[in-house]
C-alpha cells in the first residue's frame, strides 16, 4: 500500500481556486463518499480549511499514477470546475513524503500562521467524517492518530504555540502572567476603538467577568457596555472608579495624555498595591509612560505590545526547528510500521496453513481416542497450540526485524519458498 | 547501611536538581516527572538513613554538623514536595534544589560523620521537637525564598516588556506571589514555635530561657525579618517586590543563623 496525497493550499493556490474546491460540512461525507468510489483508492479524507484542499488516500504500490488521475478528475468533477483549470496549483506526493506533510500539517507546521491551533482540529474533523462514512482504512487511521499524537508532542515539547502572535493575544498573555487566572477579575475599556474592543472581547473570553466603559459621549459607553453587558461610567468619574479595575484598555482620540503617574499611584494606594495592567492602544497615547515606574503596574502601549509580538514571532521560528526535529523522528517510526506490515501476507499465509494442519491432525488424533475426559482433551488441544506458536514464533520474528530493517525482501523470499506460500 | 543511603540520597538529589535546571531549557515532560521521581527517591533514602542511624545508635539528627545538614536537605525536600501539590509549578526546583544539593554535598565533605557520643545537653526529647519545628520552618523560608527570586526575574521581565527565556516557562506574578506568602505564613508559626520549644528547653539544660547565645540572637533577628514582612503585607498590603526582596533577605538571615553562627561564632549551639 502507498499513501498518496493530492491537493492545493495557500502555498500554490489563490484564494479565489482554493474556494471553488473547499468543501463545506454539508457537503464533506458526500465528498468522501464519492472520493472512495474511484476505483484505485482504498481510503481516503479530505481535509478543507480556508488554507487549503487536500485528500489523503491510501492506494495500491502498482495504482499510484492511476490513483492521481482520479482523484485529480473527482475534484474537478465534484465542483465543477474545468481540471485545466485546477491542474497548475494542484501538487502530488506520495510515499514517505506524505507522511511527514501530514504530521507537519497536524502541527500546525505548514499553516500560514506557524503554530496557529485551529487546524489540529480541523484535520481531526476531517478524519472524524471520513472515518464516519467507513472511508479510511487500516493505514489511514493509524496515519491520522499517529498525526494527532505527533501534533500533541510538538504543542508539549516546543513553544510553537504557546506564543501570541497578534497584538489583543499578546496583551491577553500578559494579562495571565500578571494575575494568573483571569477569572473574576475587572476590565475597564476608556473609549472605544475596534482594537480595543478586541483585546476586551479577548479578555472576557479567558475569563474576565466584569467590564466598565467610560467614553466622553456617556451615551456610546452606554451602548457599548450593553454590547458587552457590562456598566457604564461617566467620563468625570474616571480617576475614583479605576480602582475596581484589574486591567484598564485605553484607547481615546484625546490629544493628550489621560492617565498619568500621579492619578495611577492614588488608585494603587486605594487598590492596596493590588496589581494593575495597563494598555494604551491609543495613538498619540492616552497614558504616562511613567505609569509603568509604579510599583505593581505594568503599562504597555502600542508599541511594547508590538515588540512583544515580534519577539514571539523570532521564538516561533526557533521553535518550529526543534518541532522539525519531532517530526522527522516520528516519521522514521511510522515508516517502520509501514514496513512491517508488508510482511504481513506473508505471516497471515503461514499462520493458516499452519493452523490447518494443526487442526487436520488434532481431529484425526482425537477420532482414536477413547475414555479422554473433556478436561484432557482441552489439554491436548492447548499443547498443540503452543507447540505451533513456539515453532512459528522464530521464523515470524524474522520477518518481523527484517521489515523493521527495510530489508526484508530476501527473508520474506525465502520464507514463501520454503513452506510454499503462493500469492 | 546509612553511607550508602546517604551516597544514594545525594546521587538522587543530584538526578533531581539536574532535571529540574534541564526543565527551565526544555518543555519535554519527561523532564518533569523524572525530577519529581528522583525526589521521592531522594525522600525515601533520607528517611532510610535516618531510620539506619537510629537503629545504629540514638538520634538520627541534629547531633552534629553533617546529621543537621541531611535533616535540613529532607525538610526542604518535603516541603517542596508538600507544597508543588498545591502550586504545580516544577520550575520552582531549578530555584531551591541547587541550594539544597550544595548542603547535600558540603554534608558529604565534612569530615564528622560517625554516630559518636550525644553531647549530654542534648539527651533529650525536646531535641527532635526543636530541630523539627526549626528546620521545618527553615525549609519553608527556603521555598519563600525561591519563589521570591523567580517573582524578582519575572517582575522585571514584565516591566522592561521584554519576554526572555524564562518568561514562559514562570509562572504567573500571583502565583509567585500567593506561593511566597503562603510559604510566609506556614513557615513563620514553625520557627516562631522552634525557638520557644528551644526556649523551653535551655530552662531545663542550661537554666536559663534566653541567655543571648549567637545563635539565639540571630535567629531572633530572622524572626523579626519575617515578622516584619508579614505584619507588613497584611497591615500595609505590601506584596510583590518588596516581600520577594524580604523572602530572599530573610533566607539569607535563615542560613547565617543555620551554618554561619556555626562556623563563625562559638557559643552554646556550637556542635560539630
Redesign the interface.
Known amino acids: 500500500m502507498e499513501i498518496l496525497i493530492v491537493g492545493l493550499s495557500h502555498k500554490t493556490a489563490p484564494l479565489d481556486i482554493r474556494e471553488t474546491v473547499s468543501f463545506s460540512e454539508r457537503n464533506m461525507e458526500e465528498g468522501v463518499r464519492s472520493l472512495v468510489a474511484c476505483p484505485s483508492v482504498a481510503e481516503g479524507l479530505i481535509v478543507s480549511t480556508c488554507n487549503r484542499v487536500e485528500i489523503y488516500t491510501a492506494t495500491s504500490k502498482k495504482k499510484v499514477e492511476e490513483a492521481k488521475s482520479e482523484i485529480i478528475g473527482f475534484l474537478a468533477d465534484f465542483h465543477d470546475v474545468p481540471r485545466e483549470k485546477l491542474d497548475p496549483h494542484i501538487y502530488t506526493m506520495s510515499g514517505e513524503e506524505c507522511v511527514g506533510h501530514i504530521f507537519r500539517v497536524a502541527s500546525s507546521l505548514d499553516s500560514m500562521v506557524v503554530g496557529e491551533p485551529q487546524i489540529l482540529g480541523q484535520v481531526k474533523e476531517a478524519f472524524g467524517c471520513a472515518a464516519s462514512a467507513h472511508a479510511t482504512g487500516n493505514i489511514l487511521n493509524r496515519l491520522l492518530h499517529k498525526a494527532f499524537s505527533v501534533a500533541k508532542r510538538v504543542r508539549?515539547?516546543?513553544?510553537i504555540a504557546?506564543?501570541a502572535v497578534s497584538i489583543s493575544f499578546a496583551a491577553v498573555e500578559?494579562a495571565?502572567?500578571?494575575?494568573?487566572?483571569l477569572t473574576g477579575k475587572t476590565v475597564m475599556l476608556i473609549g472605544a476603538g475596534e482594537m480595543a474592543e478586541l483585546a476586551a472581547r479577548h479578555l472576557l473570553s479567558n475569563g474576565v467577568e466584569h467590564i466598565i466603559v467610560a467614553n466622553r459621549t456617556y451615551e456610546n459607553a452606554v451602548k457599548l457596555a450593553e454590547e458587552f453587558k457590562g456598566s457604564a461610567i461617566p467620563f468625570n468619574e474616571l480617576a475614583q472608579q479605576m480602582e475596581l479595575a484589574d486591567i484598564v484598555i485605553s484607547s481615546t482620540g484625546a490629544p493628550t495624555t489621560i492617565i498619568d503617574k500621579k492619578m495611577v499611584k492614588d488608585v494603587i494606594k486605594r487598590r492596596?498595591?493590588?496589581?494593575m495592567f495597563f494598555i494604551d492602544i491609543a495613538v498619540p497615547r492616552d497614558i504616562d509612560s511613567a505609569v509603568?515606574e509604579v510599583?505593581?503596574v505594568?503599562a504597555?502601549d502600542i508599541d511594547?505590545l508590538e515588540?512583544?509580538v515580534e519577539?514571539?514571532i523570532k521564538?516561533r521560528s526557533k521553535e518550529a526547528a526543534k518541532a522539525e526535529e519531532i517530526v522527522v523522528g516520528e516519521v522514521g517510526q511510522f515508516l517502520d510500521w509501514m514496513r512491517s506490515r508488508e510482511s504481513f501476507p506473508t505471516i497471515v499465509a503461514l499462520r493458516e496453513w499452519a493452523e490447518e494442519v494443526r487442526r487436520t491432525e488434532l481431529a484425526k488424533t482425537m477420532k482414536r481416542m477413547e475414555g479422554l475426559s473433556e478436561v484432557d482433551a482441552k489439554r491436548v488441544e492447548a499443547m498443540t497450540e503452543s507447540i505451533l506458536n513456539k515453532i512459528l514464533h522464530r521464523p515470524i520474528s524474522r520477518m518481523k526485524k527484517a521489515a523493521h530493517k527495510g530489508d526484508e525482501g530476501e527473508v520474506v523470499g525465502m520464507v514463501r519458498e520454503i513452506f510454499e506460500i503462493e500469492d | 547501611m546509612d553511607t550508602i543511603l546517604f551516597s544514594a540520597s545525594l546521587f538522587f538529589l543530584f538526578l533531581a536538581t539536574l532535571h529540574y535546571l534541564l526543565f527551565l531549557v526544555y518543555r519535554n515532560p519527561i523532564v518533569p516527572r523524572v525530577a519529581r521521581y528522583t525526589l521521592y527517591l531522594t525522600f525515601a533514602s533520607q528517611l532510610g538513613y535516618f531510620l539506619s542511624r537510629y537503629l545504629k545508635g540514638g538520634m538520627p539528627f541534629g547531633t552534629n554538623m553533617y546529621e543537621s545538614l541531611v535533616f535540613f536537605s529532607w525538610c526542604l525536600v518535603t516541603a517542596y514536595l508538600v507544597i508543588t501539590i498545591k502550586y504545580k509549578v516544577p520550575v520552582v526546583g531549578a530555584f531551591v534544589m541547587p541550594i539544597n544539593l550544595i548542603l547535600m554535598v558540603a554534608a558529604a565533605l565534612l569530615p564528622n560523620k560517625g554516630i559518636g557520643e550525644i553531647p549530654p545537653a542534648l539527651q533529650s526529647n525536646w531535641l527532635p521537637i526543636h530541630v523539627t519545628l526549626s528546620f521545618m520552618g527553615d525549609a519553608l523560608f527556603a521555598m519563600a525564598f525561591g519563589s521570591g527570586v523567580m517573582y524578582l526575574i519575572q517582575e522585571r521581565q514584565l516591566k522592561r516588556k521584554r519576554p526572555g527565556a524564562l518568561y514562559y516557562r514562570l509562572p504567573s506574578l500571583d502565583v509567585l506571589d500567593s506561593m511566597n506568602y503562603r510559604a510566609l505564613t506556614v513557615g513563620f508559626p514553625l520557627l516562631t514555635l522552634g525557638i520557644i520549644t528551644g526556649s523551653v528547653w535551655a530552662q531545663y539544660a542550661w537554666g536559663s530561657y534566653w541567655s543571648w547565645d549567637p545563635k539565639e540572637t540571630w535567629s531572633l533577628i530572622t524572626w523579626l525579618i519575617y515578622a516584619a514582612v508579614l505584619h507588613a503585607r497584611l497591615t500595609a498590603g505590601w506584596r510583590g517586590r518588596k516581600a520577594a526582596w524580604f523572602s530572599i533577605i530573610g533566607f539569607a538571615a535563615v542560613l547565617f543563623t543555620f551554618l554561619g553562627v556555626n562556623l563563625l561564632l562559638s557559643g552554646l549551639h556550637s556542635y560539630n
Open positions: 508539549s515539547e516546543t513553544r504557546t506564543s500578559l495571565k502572567k500578571i494575575f494568573g487566572e492596596r498595591n493590588k496589581p509603568n510599583e505593581n505594568y504597555y511594547d515588540g512583544v519577539t514571539n521564538t
